[in-house]
């Protein structure tokens, strides 16, 4: 791996971007972005209140815009993004062409008890049951396959739950995506 270049996080959500990247910042130095706190920091609102008063499409070109922002700061950094980021070919295009791209993917049960976990973080998972999430979970990760798919590298992120599942996950992402 390049070791100039920015190492983005993708995947759907709840599969662990922003906890491997953090665990990834603590463990190897690595400075830490995560798309969706730049859009929140940019817009003085969480994600949530950002769909709810301007809607998923200001949020995506939001989005859109800070990925633009890591790009250009250069360096060797990890990037949590969206789940929907790589949706945008745009988006996609652009972090294949500045750093190298990871699919984190964890299993749907897993995804299922993350987001139950945590009521209210996330806007398109709002007011569903476990079984909607399911449904969620699968349509999505279907759907967005073939943007994930493009990623240089998948990475299984099942095992992020507990601290020593977070240190051995990061140890083997070291091994095997940062010094190959």
């Known amino acids: 791996m390049d070791e100039q270049r920015p190492i983005f996080l993708i995947g759907f959500m709840a599969c662990g971007k922003t906890t491997l990247g ?42 859109t815009e800070a990925l633009r922002r890591v790009c250009g700061a250069g360096g060797c950094r990890v990037v949590a993004c969206g789940g929907g980021t790589p949706c945008r070919e745009e988006n996609m295009d652009l972090m294949l062409r500045c750093g190298t791209v990871v699919w984190l993917d964890a299993d749907t049960d897993i995804t299922v008890r993350r987001l139950l976990d945590a009521p209210g973080q996330r806007p398109l998972a709002e007011g569903l049951d476990a079984a909607g999430l399911r449904e969620l979970v699968e349509r999505g990760k279907a759907a967005r396959k073939r943007y994930y798919s493009r990623a240089h590298r998948r990475f299984d992120s099942s095992r992020l739950d507990t601290p020593a599942q977070i240190e051995e996950s990061v140890k083997r992402f070291i091994t095997e995506i940062i010094d190959e």
């Open 22 to 63: 953090r665990a990834l910042e603590a463990a190897t130095g690595m400075a830490f972005t995560d798309t969706d706190a730049e859009v929140e920091r940019e817009a003085g609102m969480p994600v949530s209140k950002i769909f709810a008063v301007n809607g998923e499409g200001e949020f995506r070109r939001m989005e």
